[in-house]
């Protein structure tokens, strides 16, 4: 059984299930692809309880609005009180007040449930932490407290250090999620979004742990770090691990799509022992072999999907981030480019997916450049 970890006054398993990236059937044309596998996705939901896994963590805008609704129906053959359900209110969405209201019935419905147990404002940076106190969210997460609809109320983070310490500051939270990974630590701060939750007290859930897959193949140089250190472990297993080892950490979300996939999880955290200093070092020089690849850092999160010109954003920087892995030539990577219908030239210059993009990346310029200058 996967290991668990004390939380208030009850237990989590230190694996949870992010329902982000769900095994999918038909692909559509739009990046947030809503043809969700029930079948395969609740063999995943089935195994990962049947191991002691007991967060699932969903979200108003996942698979185009599909997650919360699978998530919900998964879970319902087993008791409610034996799984914790995370969910999360977008506030970028909200146009007034009223609107979280609205939204968060929606939620309940959508899950088939009476409550939350873990409930965030989702994705807050500059913009959106505006716009939880144009619209005092945090009062609001509150009241749904009072009335028994959730039971934790923290918030998941993309913006920026200073940023975060005022939030930190604004409430007594239960809990934070922010994206950590070893590539992360240095690169968007992670390291020190950590050390300010952790000296605030407040327990850390992670996301992104392997970087939307990316950690789980990295760079060959990389590769062979790791194939030296530990030749019978994954390359996933070394970034669930890196982020294992800090004592402050809730919960690493992982949003497992196959079965090896959660097997290799859950064999890496069930007895887990945390890293050495060796480890931790062999760590931060694949972090260094990967920072010089010149990889784009997107995560394939899709939340800048809702492109007015249907522009395949992640799946156009998926190719160039293999090109520049060296895991494909500049012929097959041609190739890949060449087989995605809308492509970068079709990029108006809109800025909108810009504005949802929670690694800041500038997809208009490498849209009108970059990959312009690679691939067309």
């Not at 989702?122 to 939880?132: A, P, Y």
């Not at 990316?214 to 669930?240: C, G, H, R, T, V």
């Amino acid at each position: 059984m996967v290991d668990r970890v004390k939380f208030k006054d009850t237990e989590v398993s230190r694996l949870g299930l992010g329902t982000m990236r769900l095994p999918v059937k038909t692909p559509l044309k739009r990046e947030a692809n809503p043809m969700i596998d029930y079948k395969e996705g609740q063999a995943l939901v089935d195994l990962a309880y049947q191991n002691g896994v007991n967060y699932f963590d969903t979200a108003y805008i996942y698979h185009a609005g599909k997650s919360e609704a699978f998530i919900g129906s998964a879970l319902k053959k087993y008791p409610r009180d034996s799984y914790f359900l995370a969910d999360k209110l977008p506030v970028w969405i909200c146009l007034k007040k009223s609107d979280m209201e609205k939204i968060f019935n929606k939620q309940l419905k959508r899950c088939g449930v009476d409550y939350f147990d873990f409930y965030l404002l989702h994705s807050l940076d500059d913009g959106n932490w505006e716009k939880v106190k144009k619209f005092d969210a945090i009062s609001f997460g509150e009241q749904k407290r009072k009335e028994g609809k959730i039971k934790y109320f923290g918030f998941s983070f993309h913006g920026s250090v200073d940023n975060l310490k005022e939030i930190v500051a604004a409430h007594d939270w239960d809990f934070a999620q922010i994206q950590m990974n070893y590539l992360d630590w240095k690169n968007q701060r992670a390291e020190e979004q950590y050390q300010i939750l952790t000296d605030a007290g407040i327990p850390v859930i992670i996301m992104e742990p392997v970087r939307g897959g990316k950690l789980a193949n990295p760079p060959k140089a990389a590769q062979e770090l790791f194939k030296n250190a530990k030749p019978d472990k994954s390359f996933a297993s070394w970034a669930i691990g890196f982020d294992a080892s800090f004592d402050n950490v809730l919960t690493i979300l992982s949003g497992m799509n196959a079965q090896e996939q959660m097997l290799d999880n859950l064999a890496t955290l069930t007895d887990f022992t945390p890293f050495n200093e060796q480890e931790f070092n062999i760590c931060k020089n694949a972090a260094s072999i990967m920072n010089k690849a010149d990889i784009i850092p997107c995560t394939g999160c899709d939340y800048c999907a809702d492109c007015p010109k249907e522009v395949k954003i992640s799946s156009i920087f998926a190719v160039y981030n293999k090109l520049k892995n060296g895991e494909l030539s500049n012929v097959d990577a041609q190739a890949e480019y060449d087989k995605i219908d809308v492509r970068a030239s079709s990029c108006i210059n809109c800025g909108k997916c810009k504005t949802h993009c929670p690694q800041g990346i500038d997809i208009p310029g490498w849209m009108n450049k970059g990959i312009p200058d690679l691939f067309e």
